[in-house]
């Protein structure tokens, strides 16, 4: 059997049923909207839970304090299985407006391990920079005569030189390289924040005599045991914890198993349905299927007919469900979901990619050819005597 016959039988056959054709293709379309939106969120979810969360540089981090006289502790520490490196841990300055432009104190901090915020004017602190930081977008001041709450922009400052002076009378000149997003629950958006090495030099000339011991930042290997870290800090003379960056993904954990469910339903009733509306459609065709059969067409060869021709429809819906799909989500479905989840590591947008969509083409074609070879191995038992019977 030639390849044009082939050809020639699916154009007769989807011809003569437009009907069916066009309902099996709404179907699918609609159903490959609905997979492919879904398992667009469920990826990004997942991905921002994983990577921007439980794997966030403040969160394989454990802070260790240590006493100023415990000489050997740096060594020790560094050392135990599971840390990948050791620094020292620079306190807050605080830091008063030089030049009135803040009523209020500002807490000079620093980025923990190299993490870089999300900047929303300016540029990020490069290494290079000398006396330069990051200003929230927004900082809430006060105003001391109401003590009313007061919104500074500070995107206004970026590029300019503040002026600021710590407790010890210690003057500042501070570049605003840039101003970071607020909503970033990794930041104190009553700091302003420049790099590791810069607050340590500070520190030097802002030094509290009183202090009695050294804050270390131990950075840890991905899945890292904390608690027998802490547990064995404790034996070199050092009091560990956690850093304080916190997210709850209760309410995304609960999304996620939800959005799989979803997920899971509309496959169960992708498969349903295509099994219903093909093994329906099968069975008011044995006359036509008999008729293969009585020519000497093989069980191959009616199953390369019917697979194809359902390939073919499912093709058209295809490509119709990812062009509505983009559609959808960028005038639906993304400001949707901009609006329930607003800034912050976590961001849940439905962007179909390449990968996903013909992973997704893949268990559709899949599902097809499981139902189209059940329902070949149903025209077996067509009797050919059907060919004899009056209409």
Not at 103 to 126: A, F, I, R
Request: proline letters at 2%; one cysteine or more.
């Amino acid at each position: 059997m030639t390849i044009v016959n082939f050809l020639m039988l699916i154009k007769a056959s989807v011809t003569q049923q437009k009907a069916r054709s066009i309902v099996f293709v709404i179907f699918n379309a609609i159903c490959v909207i609905c997979i492919l939106l879904t398992s667009s969120v469920v990826i990004r979810l997942w991905t921002d839970m994983d990577q921007k969360v439980n794997n966030h540089p403040y969160n394989k981090e454990l802070m260790v304090d240590v006493d100023i006289n415990n000489k050997g502790a740096k060594d020790k520490l560094a050392a135990m299985d599971g840390v990948e490196g050791i620094s020292i841990s620079p306190y807050d300055i605080v830091l008063t407006s030089a030049d009135k432009t803040f009523n209020s104190t500002v807490n000079l901090s620093y980025l923990h391990m190299d993490y870089e915020p999300v900047v929303t004017k300016g540029s990020q602190l490069k290494s290079t920079d000398k006396d330069t930081v990051l200003m929230p977008e927004i900082y809430h001041d006060k105003d001391l005569q109401t003590q009313m709450r007061i919104d500074v922009d500070c995107k206004k400052f970026v590029g300019k030189e503040l002026n600021f002076v710590d407790e010890n009378g210690n003057q500042y000149k501070l570049k605003v390289a840039g101003t970071y997003d607020v909503t970033d629950p990794a930041l104190d958006t009553q700091c302003i924040y420049t790099s590791c090495d810069q607050l340590l030099k500070y520190s030097e000339k802002s030094a509290d005599d009183e202090n009695e011991s050294i804050t270390y930042s131990l950075a840890l290997a991905k899945g890292t045991n904390k608690q027998q870290l802490i547990d064995e800090c404790e034996k070199y003379g050092g009091v560990a914890y956690e850093n304080s960056f916190r997210i709850d993904l209760s309410t995304f954990n609960l999304s996620l198993i939800i959005m799989v469910i979803v997920l899971a339903v509309f496959l169960v009733m992708t498969v349903m349905g295509t099994s219903i509306f093909i093994s329906g459609c099968i069975k008011n065709r044995t006359n036509e299927l008999a008729l293969y059969r009585a020519l000497g067409y093989k069980t191959g060869h009616i199953f390369v007919i019917i697979f194809l021709e359902y390939l073919l429809l499912l093709l058209i819906a295809y490509i119709i469900a990812l062009a509505l799909s983009a559609v959808c989500a960028q005038l639906i479905l993304n400001p949707i979901l901009a609006s329930m989840v607003k800034g912050g590591l976590i961001t849940l947008t439905a962007e179909v990619s390449p990968v996903s969509a013909l992973i997704v083409l893949g268990v559709f074609v899949a599902v097809l050819a499981a139902i189209c070879l059940r329902m070949t191995n149903f025209t077996q038992k067509i009797q050919l005597a059907v060919l004899l019977k009056e209409k």
